[in-house]
C-alpha cells in the first residue's frame, strides 16, 4: 500500500465519505455539462488526502486527473438528488 491521493473536493467531508465516493466514481455514467459546470464552479475547495487501498489505486490509475472532478460531479448529483442509492 502507501500510496495517497490529496484530493480538491468543493464539499467538506470525512475520509469515510470520500472514500465512498471514490468507489462510487467507478460506476458513473457519463455527466451532463450542466453537472460538470456545477463541480468546477465553486472556489473553495477542501483537501482530503487518502491512504489507497489496492481497489482504490485502480481507480485512481484508471480515471487519472479527473478523480476529483469526477467526485465532485457525484457531490453535486447527490446535492441536486439525482442519486438514487438502492
Known amino acids: 500500500m502507501g500510496d495517497t491521493i490529496t484530493l480538491g473536493l468543493i464539499e467538506n467531508v470525512d475520509r469515510r465519505t470520500a472514500r ?3 468507489h462510487k466514481v467507478e460506476d458513473m455514467n457519463a455527466v451532463s455539462p450542466d453537472i460538470l459546470k456545477k463541480a468546477t464552479e465553486p472556489k ?4 482530503k488526502t ?3 487501498s489496492d ?5 485512481v490509475e484508471k480515471h487519472g ?4 472532478l469526477l ?6 448529483m447527490n446535492r441536486e438528488g439525482l442519486i438514487n442509492e438502492n
Open 50 to 52: 487518502l491512504s489507497l
Open 71 to 76: 467526485m465532485n460531479c457525484y457531490i453535486v
Open 44 to 47: 473553495k475547495q477542501y483537501r
Open 20 to 22: 465512498y465516493i471514490l
Open 65 to 68: 486527473k479527473a478523480t476529483s
Open 55 to 59: 481497489i482504490e489505486k485502480k481507480i
